[in-house]
């Protein structure tokens, strides 16, 4: 199995560094914009990164996916949430009724940092316009903030998770929600039921929009 998830990842590198990279994007102006910013130099982590992990999903998602900054195999593969996290993020939105495929999903910054460092603040700085820039093309109705740094820098607070959970929030016109990063949920999870709770809040909000 760990030989051929090797293969698996040479194989797609070999694909992006080809060109062939409009297969990992659904929206061409999406594409168009990851490779604009591939080679981006605006704060060190381009010194130890492998890809910048720029997003992907749907270009007329409702929804948009906010997590923290890519991990290793995000920055190996290139793609957002493909590991462990990932995982797990995959089945809280099926426990949901929401396909991957429906979402839009980026981070906080776009490059790793070095052993899963917490992103410093001149990171997120030069990376922010970056997300802004998505959320104005997407133009999602809802944000899902994952976990205390997401959140805390949309919101521009430096509140705990426990607070923050507590409300829905308007960020520039559209309404943002916060529950835990399903990789601090994979070391705590106690914190499932309360996440779970967040996702059927979620839910409800999801499914008012099509009745509008
Ligand atoms: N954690 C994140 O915050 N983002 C990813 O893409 C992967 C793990």
Known sequence: MGNFKHI????????????????????????????????????????????????EGNE??????IGEAPGQDEDIIGRPFVGNAGQLLNKMLKAINIKREQVYITNIVKCRPPNNRNPLPTEINAC???????????????????GLVSANTLLKTNLSLGELR??????????????????ALLYHPTWKKSAWIDLQKLQKEYEALKKK
């Open 8 to 55: 698996a990842i040479q194989y797609l590198q070999l694909l992006k560094y080809s060109g062939i990279d409009y297969i990992f994007f659904s929206s061409p102006i999406l594409a168009k914009m990851n490779g604009k910013y591939k080679n981006c130099q605006k704060c060190i982590l381009a010194n130890t990164r492998t890809n910048i992990v720029y997003g």
């Open 60 to 65: 007329n998602a409702d929804l948009m996916l």
């Open 166 to 183: 507590k409300n829905i929030y308007n960020f520039k016109g559209i309404k943002l929600m916060v529950t835990y990063h399903p990789a």
């Open 128 to 146: 922010l316009p970056y997300l802004y820039e998505q959320i104005e093309i997407i133009k999602p109705k809802i944000i899902l903030a994952l």
